[in-house]
Protein backbone atom coordinates (compact mmCIF):
# COMPACT_ATOMS: atom_id res chain seq x y z
CA UNK A 1 0.00 0.00 0.00
CA UNK A 2 1.41 3.81 -1.03
CA UNK A 3 2.18 5.79 1.66
CA UNK A 4 -1.18 8.17 0.78
CA UNK A 5 -2.96 4.99 1.04
CA UNK A 6 -1.50 3.81 4.03
CA UNK A 7 -2.08 7.56 5.41
CA UNK A 8 -5.65 7.65 5.12
CA UNK A 9 -6.17 4.17 6.29
CA UNK A 10 -4.20 5.67 9.52
CA UNK A 11 -7.27 7.85 10.14
CA UNK A 12 -10.29 6.00 9.00
CA UNK A 13 -11.68 5.24 12.10
CA UNK A 14 -11.15 8.81 13.33
CA UNK A 15 -14.29 11.06 14.13
CA UNK A 16 -16.58 8.27 12.75
CA UNK A 17 -20.45 9.89 13.40
CA UNK A 18 -22.51 6.53 14.56
CA UNK A 19 -25.57 8.83 14.58
CA UNK A 20 -24.92 10.43 10.65
CA UNK A 21 -22.65 7.83 9.81
CA UNK A 22 -19.17 8.96 7.44
CA UNK A 23 -17.61 11.29 9.49
CA UNK A 24 -17.79 14.40 11.72
CA UNK A 25 -14.67 16.15 12.58
CA UNK A 26 -15.54 19.90 13.36
CA UNK A 27 -12.83 22.60 14.49
CA UNK A 28 -11.03 21.95 18.04
CA UNK A 29 -13.81 19.36 18.25
CA UNK A 30 -11.80 15.82 19.98
CA UNK A 31 -11.63 14.38 16.37
CA UNK A 32 -10.48 17.48 14.44
CA UNK A 33 -7.94 17.52 17.05
CA UNK A 34 -6.62 14.33 16.80
CA UNK A 35 -6.15 15.03 13.29
CA UNK A 36 -4.09 17.72 13.90
CA UNK A 37 -1.87 15.77 16.35
CA UNK A 38 -1.84 12.94 13.68
CA UNK A 39 -0.50 15.59 10.97
CA UNK A 40 2.09 16.49 13.11
CA UNK A 41 3.11 13.33 13.60
CA UNK A 42 3.58 12.56 10.55
CA UNK A 43 4.85 15.49 8.98
CA UNK A 44 7.90 14.77 11.81
CA UNK A 45 8.29 11.76 11.18
CA UNK A 46 8.97 12.60 7.26
CA UNK A 47 11.47 15.26 8.36
CA UNK A 48 9.36 18.57 7.78
CA UNK A 49 9.39 20.96 10.15
CA UNK A 50 5.67 22.02 11.48
CA UNK A 51 3.97 25.57 12.76
CA UNK A 52 0.73 25.92 13.58
CA UNK A 53 -0.05 29.67 12.34
CA UNK A 54 -2.19 32.84 14.36
CA UNK A 55 -5.54 31.14 13.15
CA UNK A 56 -4.49 27.77 13.97
CA UNK A 57 -3.51 26.79 10.17
CA UNK A 58 -0.91 23.94 10.45
CA UNK A 59 2.25 24.16 8.37
CA UNK A 60 4.61 21.54 7.47
CA UNK A 61 7.92 22.90 5.88
CA UNK A 62 10.30 20.30 3.67
CA UNK A 63 13.03 22.85 4.75
CA UNK A 64 13.39 26.00 6.24
CA UNK A 65 10.17 28.73 5.44
CA UNK A 66 10.99 30.94 3.52
CA UNK A 67 9.56 33.76 0.83
CA UNK A 68 8.34 32.48 -2.89
CA UNK A 69 7.21 29.38 -1.10
CA UNK A 70 5.53 26.46 -3.24
CA UNK A 71 2.61 25.32 -1.07
CA UNK A 72 0.32 22.74 -1.48
CA UNK A 73 -2.25 21.08 1.07
CA UNK A 74 -5.93 21.11 2.42
CA UNK A 75 -7.80 20.72 5.21
CA UNK A 76 -8.90 18.03 7.89
CA UNK A 77 -11.94 18.83 8.96
CA UNK A 78 -15.23 17.95 7.42
CA UNK A 79 -19.03 18.17 6.76
CA UNK A 80 -20.94 16.54 9.26
CA UNK A 81 -21.68 12.78 8.20
CA UNK A 82 -19.00 13.99 4.90
CA UNK A 83 -16.75 11.71 3.21
CA UNK A 84 -13.34 10.05 3.95
CA UNK A 85 -11.37 11.54 1.37
CA UNK A 86 -12.94 15.35 0.69
CA UNK A 87 -9.78 17.15 2.22
CA UNK A 88 -7.55 14.40 4.10
CA UNK A 89 -6.91 13.59 0.21
CA UNK A 90 -5.05 16.41 -0.41
CA UNK A 91 -3.16 16.41 3.24
CA UNK A 92 -2.50 12.78 2.49
CA UNK A 93 -1.43 12.96 -1.46
CA UNK A 94 0.85 15.71 -0.39
CA UNK A 95 2.83 14.13 2.63
CA UNK A 96 3.52 11.28 0.35
CA UNK A 97 4.94 13.68 -2.37
CA UNK A 98 7.19 15.15 -0.02
CA UNK A 99 8.50 11.73 1.05
CA UNK A 100 8.58 10.85 -2.51
CA UNK A 101 10.87 14.54 -3.35
CA UNK A 102 12.95 13.47 -0.12
CA UNK A 103 13.58 10.13 -0.99
CA UNK A 104 14.87 10.82 -3.98
CA UNK A 105 17.09 13.50 -3.35
CA UNK A 106 15.27 16.56 -4.06
CA UNK A 107 16.58 19.85 -3.10
CA UNK A 108 14.38 22.56 -3.47
CA UNK A 109 15.83 25.98 -5.26
CA UNK A 110 12.19 27.63 -3.26
CA UNK A 111 10.52 26.50 0.05
CA UNK A 112 7.86 24.13 0.14
CA UNK A 113 5.36 23.53 2.63
CA UNK A 114 1.92 21.77 3.51
CA UNK A 115 -0.77 23.64 4.96
CA UNK A 116 -3.38 22.23 6.37
CA UNK A 117 -6.10 24.96 6.72
CA UNK A 118 -8.91 25.30 9.71
CA UNK A 119 -12.59 24.36 9.47
CA UNK A 120 -12.61 24.96 5.60
CA UNK A 121 -16.20 22.98 5.84
CA UNK A 122 -18.04 25.44 8.25
CA UNK A 123 -19.05 22.74 9.54
CA UNK A 124 -18.92 24.00 13.07
CA UNK A 125 -19.35 27.83 13.27
CA UNK A 126 -21.47 28.16 9.96
CA UNK A 127 -18.86 30.62 7.73
CA UNK A 128 -16.24 28.13 5.32
CA UNK A 129 -12.59 28.70 4.64
CA UNK A 130 -12.67 30.51 8.49
CA UNK A 131 -8.97 29.88 8.67
CA UNK A 132 -7.27 31.02 5.09
CA UNK A 133 -10.25 33.77 5.24
CA UNK A 134 -8.99 35.13 8.30
CA UNK A 135 -5.05 35.17 7.00
CA UNK A 136 -6.08 37.01 4.12
CA UNK A 137 -7.71 39.32 5.54
CA UNK A 138 -11.04 38.54 3.85
CA UNK A 139 -13.14 37.78 7.23
CA UNK A 140 -12.69 40.10 10.38
CA UNK A 141 -11.52 38.40 13.70
CA UNK A 142 -13.78 40.10 15.58
CA UNK A 143 -17.17 38.60 13.15
CA UNK A 144 -15.24 35.04 13.29
CA UNK A 145 -14.25 34.92 17.17
CA UNK A 146 -18.37 35.93 18.01
CA UNK A 147 -19.63 33.07 15.88
CA UNK A 148 -21.50 30.38 17.56
CA UNK A 149 -21.41 26.67 17.14
CA UNK A 150 -24.97 24.85 17.75
CA UNK A 151 -24.31 24.62 21.61
CA UNK A 152 -23.88 28.19 21.81
CA UNK A 153 -20.39 28.39 22.34
CA UNK A 154 -18.27 30.82 20.84
CA UNK A 155 -15.22 30.23 18.24
CA UNK A 156 -13.28 32.58 21.12
CA UNK A 157 -13.76 30.09 23.40
CA UNK A 158 -13.11 26.94 21.66
CA UNK A 159 -10.13 28.27 20.53
CA UNK A 160 -8.81 29.42 23.76
CA UNK A 161 -9.70 26.36 25.09
CA UNK A 162 -7.46 24.28 22.78
CA UNK A 163 -4.53 26.53 23.76
CA UNK A 164 -4.73 29.22 20.91
CA UNK A 165 -5.05 33.07 21.44
CA UNK A 166 -7.85 34.60 20.20
CA UNK A 167 -6.04 38.22 20.17
CA UNK A 168 -4.15 36.57 17.76
CA UNK A 169 -6.47 35.82 15.21
CA UNK A 170 -6.72 38.11 12.51
CA UNK A 171 -4.66 39.14 8.85
CA UNK A 172 -1.44 37.27 8.52
CA UNK A 173 0.70 39.32 6.73
CA UNK A 174 3.88 37.51 7.62
CA UNK A 175 2.52 33.96 6.51
CA UNK A 176 0.62 34.37 3.63
CA UNK A 177 3.38 36.49 2.18
CA UNK A 178 5.80 33.59 2.01
CA UNK A 179 3.46 31.75 -0.32
CA UNK A 180 4.68 32.05 -4.24
CA UNK A 181 2.52 29.74 -5.40
CA UNK A 182 -0.87 27.67 -4.07
CA UNK A 183 -1.69 23.88 -5.84
CA UNK A 184 -4.11 22.26 -3.68
CA UNK A 185 -5.32 18.80 -4.39
CA UNK A 186 -8.58 17.51 -3.78
CA UNK A 187 -11.40 14.55 -5.00
CA UNK A 188 -13.14 15.67 -7.22
CA UNK A 189 -16.89 16.45 -6.17
CA UNK A 190 -18.73 15.13 -8.88
CA UNK A 191 -19.07 13.08 -12.02
CA UNK A 192 -16.65 15.67 -14.33
CA UNK A 193 -13.82 12.91 -13.94
CA UNK A 194 -16.01 10.12 -14.81
CA UNK A 195 -17.25 10.86 -18.30
CA UNK A 196 -13.77 12.15 -18.80
CA UNK A 197 -12.24 8.76 -17.86
CA UNK A 198 -9.06 10.11 -16.50
CA UNK A 199 -7.49 9.73 -12.91
CA UNK A 200 -6.43 13.81 -12.76
CA UNK A 201 -7.57 16.53 -14.40
CA UNK A 202 -6.20 20.45 -13.08
CA UNK A 203 -9.02 22.80 -11.95
CA UNK A 204 -10.28 26.07 -14.25
CA UNK A 205 -11.83 27.83 -11.80
CA UNK A 206 -14.68 27.60 -8.88
CA UNK A 207 -18.07 29.05 -9.15
CA UNK A 208 -20.26 31.86 -6.74
CA UNK A 209 -21.18 30.87 -3.77
CA UNK A 210 -22.81 31.52 -0.58
CA UNK A 211 -25.03 30.44 2.29
CA UNK A 212 -27.43 32.32 3.81
CA UNK A 213 -29.61 31.88 7.01
CA UNK A 214 -34.08 32.69 6.80
CA UNK A 215 -35.56 32.65 10.14
CA UNK A 216 -39.09 32.48 10.32
CA UNK A 217 -40.85 33.51 13.49
CA UNK A 218 -44.25 32.79 14.44
CA UNK A 219 -45.88 31.69 18.09
CA UNK A 220 -45.39 28.81 19.75
CA UNK A 221 -47.72 27.04 21.21
CA UNK A 222 -49.95 24.32 22.01
CA UNK A 223 -50.58 21.54 19.21
CA UNK A 224 -53.58 20.41 20.59
CA UNK A 225 -55.30 23.35 22.29
CA UNK A 226 -54.67 25.78 19.10
CA UNK A 227 -57.39 25.95 16.36
CA UNK A 228 -55.82 25.93 12.96
CA UNK A 229 -57.28 29.54 12.32
CA UNK A 230 -55.40 30.65 15.59
CA UNK A 231 -51.86 29.39 14.83
CA UNK A 232 -49.18 31.19 13.27
CA UNK A 233 -46.55 28.22 12.34
CA UNK A 234 -43.59 29.26 11.09
CA UNK A 235 -42.64 25.75 10.23
CA UNK A 236 -45.37 26.58 7.13
CA UNK A 237 -43.67 28.96 5.61
CA UNK A 238 -40.11 27.29 5.95
CA UNK A 239 -41.68 24.13 4.35
CA UNK A 240 -43.32 25.95 1.90
CA UNK A 241 -39.91 27.88 1.44
CA UNK A 242 -38.05 24.74 0.93
CA UNK A 243 -39.65 23.91 -2.35
CA UNK A 244 -39.75 27.28 -3.47
CA UNK A 245 -36.37 27.17 -3.50
CA UNK A 246 -35.93 24.02 -6.02
CA UNK A 247 -38.78 25.33 -8.11
CA UNK A 248 -36.96 28.84 -8.46
CA UNK A 249 -33.16 27.11 -9.03
CA UNK A 250 -34.72 24.92 -11.62
CA UNK A 251 -35.20 28.52 -13.29
CA UNK A 252 -32.05 29.52 -13.56
CA UNK A 253 -29.31 27.70 -15.81
CA UNK A 254 -26.77 25.42 -14.24
CA UNK A 255 -28.40 26.65 -10.38
CA UNK A 256 -27.93 24.90 -7.66
CA UNK A 257 -29.70 25.90 -4.48
CA UNK A 258 -30.10 23.42 -1.08
CA UNK A 259 -31.84 23.70 1.80
CA UNK A 260 -29.62 21.05 3.77
CA UNK A 261 -30.36 22.36 7.44
CA UNK A 262 -33.22 23.09 9.17
CA UNK A 263 -33.94 23.31 13.01
CA UNK A 264 -37.62 24.37 14.66
CA UNK A 265 -37.62 26.28 17.97
CA UNK A 266 -38.20 24.34 20.86
CA UNK A 267 -38.71 21.45 18.91
CA UNK A 268 -41.52 19.46 20.16
CA UNK A 269 -43.41 17.02 18.85
CA UNK A 270 -46.66 18.76 20.45
CA UNK A 271 -45.53 21.82 20.04
CA UNK A 272 -46.42 24.58 17.41
CA UNK A 273 -42.29 26.15 16.74
CA UNK A 274 -42.12 29.96 17.55
CA UNK A 275 -39.34 30.06 15.23
CA UNK A 276 -37.84 27.79 12.35
CA UNK A 277 -34.37 28.38 11.30
CA UNK A 278 -33.25 27.20 7.82
CA UNK A 279 -29.95 27.49 5.78
CA UNK A 280 -29.71 28.27 2.26
CA UNK A 281 -26.90 26.98 -0.30
CA UNK A 282 -26.82 29.15 -3.21
CA UNK A 283 -24.60 28.43 -6.43
CA UNK A 284 -24.95 29.81 -9.87
CA UNK A 285 -22.28 29.91 -12.10
CA UNK A 286 -23.48 33.46 -14.00
CA UNK A 287 -21.99 36.51 -13.10
CA UNK A 288 -24.44 38.49 -9.96
CA UNK A 289 -26.54 35.48 -10.71
CA UNK A 290 -26.08 33.76 -7.13
CA UNK A 291 -27.10 36.97 -5.70
CA UNK A 292 -30.05 37.06 -7.69
CA UNK A 293 -31.66 33.91 -7.18
CA UNK A 294 -31.45 34.66 -3.72
CA UNK A 295 -33.16 38.11 -3.86
CA UNK A 296 -35.83 36.16 -5.87
CA UNK A 297 -35.80 33.50 -2.96
CA UNK A 298 -36.16 36.41 -0.29
CA UNK A 299 -38.98 37.63 -1.82
CA UNK A 300 -40.94 34.51 -1.94
CA UNK A 301 -39.91 34.09 1.73
CA UNK A 302 -41.38 36.92 2.68
CA UNK A 303 -44.61 36.84 1.02
CA UNK A 304 -44.95 32.91 2.71
CA UNK A 305 -44.71 34.18 6.00
CA UNK A 306 -47.41 37.11 5.87
CA UNK A 307 -49.55 34.72 4.45
CA UNK A 308 -49.42 32.53 8.22
CA UNK A 309 -49.15 35.68 10.12
CA UNK A 310 -45.45 35.58 10.38
CA UNK A 311 -41.95 37.42 10.31
CA UNK A 312 -38.59 36.28 8.63
CA UNK A 313 -35.23 37.87 8.67
CA UNK A 314 -32.70 36.73 6.12
CA UNK A 315 -28.81 37.16 6.68
CA UNK A 316 -25.94 36.67 4.67
CA UNK A 317 -23.46 34.46 6.35
CA UNK A 318 -20.95 33.80 3.82
CA UNK A 319 -20.59 34.79 0.18
CA UNK A 320 -17.24 34.17 -2.65
CA UNK A 321 -17.39 35.35 -5.90
CA UNK A 322 -16.41 33.05 -8.39
CA UNK A 323 -12.63 32.20 -8.72
CA UNK A 324 -10.66 31.82 -11.65
CA UNK A 325 -7.28 29.66 -11.46
CA UNK A 326 -4.25 31.79 -12.93
CA UNK A 327 -4.42 30.67 -16.60
CA UNK A 328 -0.76 30.35 -17.13
CA UNK A 329 -0.24 28.09 -13.98
CA UNK A 330 -3.45 26.03 -15.50
CA UNK A 331 -2.21 25.11 -18.50
CA UNK A 332 1.53 24.75 -17.33
CA UNK A 333 0.19 21.83 -15.57
CA UNK A 334 -2.29 20.29 -17.34
CA UNK A 335 0.41 20.18 -19.92
CA UNK A 336 3.04 18.46 -17.27
CA UNK A 337 0.37 16.05 -16.57
CA UNK A 338 0.34 14.76 -19.57
CA UNK A 339 -2.63 16.67 -21.07
CA UNK A 340 -4.93 16.55 -18.26
CA UNK A 341 -8.62 17.37 -18.31
CA UNK A 342 -9.27 21.28 -17.04
CA UNK A 343 -12.32 20.93 -14.92
CA UNK A 344 -14.49 23.88 -13.27
CA UNK A 345 -15.89 22.72 -9.76
CA UNK A 346 -19.17 23.69 -8.03
CA UNK A 347 -17.39 23.15 -4.87
CA UNK A 348 -15.55 25.73 -2.62
CA UNK A 349 -11.70 25.81 -1.45
CA UNK A 350 -9.30 27.42 0.51
CA UNK A 351 -7.85 27.81 -2.74
CA UNK A 352 -10.63 30.12 -4.27
CA UNK A 353 -9.88 32.64 -1.05
CA UNK A 354 -5.95 32.73 -2.22
CA UNK A 355 -6.41 32.59 -5.82
CA UNK A 356 -7.16 36.49 -5.76
CA UNK A 357 -3.46 36.73 -3.85
CA UNK A 358 -1.46 33.84 -5.23
CA UNK A 359 -0.82 32.15 -8.99
CA UNK A 360 -3.57 28.76 -7.44
CA UNK A 361 -4.38 25.98 -9.10
CA UNK A 362 -6.03 22.77 -8.18
CA UNK A 363 -5.73 19.05 -9.02
CA UNK A 364 -8.60 16.76 -8.95
CA UNK A 365 -8.55 12.97 -8.29
CA UNK A 366 -11.22 10.69 -9.82
CA UNK A 367 -14.31 10.01 -7.93
CA UNK A 368 -16.16 6.93 -9.50
CA UNK A 369 -18.87 7.41 -6.87
CA UNK A 370 -19.36 11.00 -8.42
CA UNK A 371 -21.04 11.69 -4.62
CA UNK A 372 -19.37 13.76 -2.13
CA UNK A 373 -20.15 15.08 1.36
CA UNK A 374 -21.81 11.88 2.19
CA UNK A 375 -20.24 8.73 3.18
CA UNK A 376 -19.99 7.07 -0.58
CA UNK A 377 -17.54 9.97 -1.53
CA UNK A 378 -14.89 7.61 -2.95
CA UNK A 379 -11.31 7.37 -4.66
CA UNK A 380 -9.71 4.34 -5.89
CA UNK A 381 -6.12 3.78 -4.35
CA UNK A 382 -4.71 3.48 -7.85
CA UNK A 383 -5.71 7.15 -8.60
CA UNK A 384 -5.05 8.54 -4.74
CA UNK A 385 -1.38 7.19 -6.29
CA UNK A 386 -1.55 8.89 -9.40
CA UNK A 387 -2.49 11.94 -7.39
CA UNK A 388 0.37 11.84 -5.13
CA UNK A 389 2.85 11.04 -8.34
CA UNK A 390 0.95 14.20 -10.03
CA UNK A 391 1.11 16.41 -7.14
CA UNK A 392 4.94 15.40 -6.67
CA UNK A 393 6.09 16.12 -10.57
CA UNK A 394 4.25 19.81 -9.76
CA UNK A 395 6.15 20.02 -6.93
CA UNK A 396 9.36 19.06 -8.88
CA UNK A 397 8.27 21.46 -11.23
CA UNK A 398 7.45 24.73 -9.42
CA UNK A 399 10.30 24.18 -6.91
CA UNK A 400 13.00 22.60 -8.68
O1 LIG B 1 -19.19 23.61 0.39
C1 LIG B 1 -18.24 23.37 -0.34
O2 LIG B 1 -18.36 23.45 -1.54
C2 LIG B 1 -16.92 22.97 0.22
O3 LIG B 1 -16.90 21.60 0.34
N1 LIG B 1 -16.62 23.62 1.46
MN1 LIG C 1 -16.32 19.87 1.30
MN1 LIG D 1 -12.87 20.20 0.66
Redesign the pocket.
Same mark, same amino acid.
Given at each position: MSSANQLLAEICGVGTDPVRGGYSRHLFAPAERELREWFTAAARARGLRVDTDRNANLWAWFGAPGADAVVTGSHLD %??PG?GAY??PLGVVCALAAFELLRAEGFSPRRPLAIVVFAE #? #?GGRFGVPCLGSRLSTGTLAPERALALRDTDGVTLAEVARAAGHDPAWFGRDVETMGRIGAFVELHVE?GKGLIHRDAPIAVGSGIIAHGRWRFSFTGQGNHAGTTLLRDRCDPMLPAAELVTAVRRLAATVPQARATVGRLVPVPGGTNVIAARVDLWLDARVPAPGSTRALVAEITERAEAVAEQEGCTVEVREESYEGAADFDPALRDRLAGLLGDAPILATG??HDAAVLAPFVPTAMLFVRNPSGI %??APEEYAEPDDIDHGTTALARVLRELAG
Open positions: %SVGDG #E #EQAG %SH
